[in-house]
């Protein structure tokens, strides 16, 4: 079969199940078993597809109708300017999660001689903190995660990007095994509520980590926590930058407000115009 007939069948297949992105999927899907790149076929529609390809790309085409991501299936996603490792240990990570790194980097203008120290929180696959590290040469990150599956996928995916050096990673839960002081801290952490939970897409409620996803009847209990916890570990003037859910915003502001011990609060908008970020200053201990 010529490749734009495996992927007009997959795409109308897709579709009838309902998959936001059928054309795109079935393309990635291809690619994948082919060992190419999506434009390498797509220049050649008519380009035959071998038989063992073909039934290996009917295998992966049976995961994604039953509603397995893709990321999950190909074993990587893209993120920032790199290719990440990811499994069902770790959350996919998404384009709003640039808005983050973004944020941050605006914050990193010390001169190009200074160490500048920064922790990000339930790092997951590492993404955040290597696009950082790859941002900033002279940043030192440590990045924690409760899951030992989730920081064997990040140590892997630091190891091949060769960012290692910039990294420490280390097991617990939020702040516990972290004893010391940052410019930066940083967090994508769990915001889904228990309400929302039960509504979420079965490709996200089915295989990604709960644990990556909920946060209680609210959606609130990660934020208390960290808002609560991180000046203990900023320097003074130092930032918090924290990822938020679309409709988060105003509940996430309270509770740094009712902290009293932020300033210069602020919100981010991502690409699309919803409130993706909230920073914050650590206000100077008198």
Same mark, same amino acid.
């Given at each position: 079969?010529?490749?734009?007939?495996?992927?007009?069948?997959?795409?109308?297949?897709?579709?009838?199940?309902?998959?936001?992105?059928?054309?795109?999927?079935?393309?990635?899907?291809?690619?994948?078993?082919?060992?190419?790149?999506?434009?390498?076929?797509?220049?050649?529609?008519?380009?035959?597809? /071998?038989?063992? /390809?073909?039934?290996?790309?009917?295998?992966?085409?049976?995961?994604r109708?039953?509603?397995?991501?893709?990321?999950?299936?190909?074993?990587?996603?893209?993120?920032?300017?790199?290719?990440? @490792?990811?499994?069902?240990?770790?959350?996919?990570?998404?384009?709003?999660?640039?808005?983050?790194?973004?944020?941050?980097?605006?914050?990193?203008?010390?001169?190009? !001689?200074?160490?500048?120290?920064?922790?990000?929180?339930?790092?997951?696959s590492?993404?955040?903190?290597?696009?950082l590290?790859?941002?900033?040469?002279?940043?030192?990150?440590?990045? !924690?995660?409760?899951?030992?599956?989730?920081?064997? !996928?990040?140590?892997?995916?630091?190891? !091949?990007?060769?960012?290692?050096?910039?990294?420490?990673?280390?097991?617990?839960?939020?702040?516990?095994?972290? @004893?010391?002081?940052?410019?930066?801290?940083?967090?994508?952490?769990?915001?889904?509520g228990?309400?929302?939970?039960?509504?979420?897409?079965?490709?996200?409620?089915?295989?990604?980590?709960?644990?990556?996803?909920?946060?209680g009847?609210?959606?609130? @209990?990660?934020?208390?926590?960290?808002?609560?916890e991180?000046?203990?570990?900023?320097?003074?003037?130092?930032?918090?930058?924290?990822?938020?859910?679309?409709?988060?915003?105003?509940?996430?502001? @309270?509770?740094?407000?009712?902290?009293?011990?932020?300033?210069?609060?602020s919100?981010?908008?991502?690409?699309a115009?919803?409130?993706?970020?909230?920073k914050?200053?650590?206000?100077?201990?008198?």
């Amino acid at each position: 079969m010529p490749v734009r007939d495996i992927i007009n069948e997959a795409a109308r297949n897709f579709a009838m199940a309902g998959i936001a992105s059928p054309r795109l999927d079935a393309e990635i899907l291809l690619a994948f078993c082919l060992d190419c790149e999506r434009l390498d076929f797509l220049k050649n529609p008519s380009l035959p597809v /071998a038989e063992n /390809a073909l039934a290996s790309f009917q295998k992966l085409a049976e995961r994604r109708l039953k509603g397995e991501p893709v990321a999950y299936i190909t074993g990587r996603k893209e993120f920032w300017s790199f290719v990440l @490792d990811v499994n069902n240990s770790v959350l996919i990570p998404r384009p709003d999660t640039e808005v983050l790194v973004e944020e941050a980097l605006i914050l990193c203008k010390k001169p190009d !001689t200074v160490e500048i120290k920064i922790l990000d929180i339930g790092t997951g696959s590492g993404a955040i903190a290597l696009a950082l590290a790859s941002e900033i040469p002279l940043a030192r990150l440590t990045a !924690t995660d409760i899951s030992a599956a989730a920081l064997a !996928t990040a140590r892997k995916n630091a190891d !091949t990007l060769k960012l290692n050096s910039q990294i420490i990673f280390l097991q617990g839960d939020l702040f516990e095994p972290v @004893d010391d002081f940052f410019d930066i801290i940083v967090s994508n952490p769990p915001y889904i509520g228990e309400d929302e939970y039960e509504k979420l897409p079965v490709g996200v409620k089915n295989y990604e980590p709960p644990e990556a996803l909920q946060a209680g009847a609210d959606g609130l @209990d990660f934020y208390r926590k960290i808002v609560a916890e991180a000046p203990g570990h900023l320097n003074n003037n130092g930032w918090l930058l924290l990822e938020i859910g679309s409709t988060q915003d105003a509940p996430v502001i @309270d509770i740094f407000n009712a902290s009293g011990q932020y300033s210069d609060i602020s919100v981010r908008k991502d690409y699309a115009g919803l409130p993706r970020v909230i920073k914050a200053r650590r206000k100077i201990n008198g």
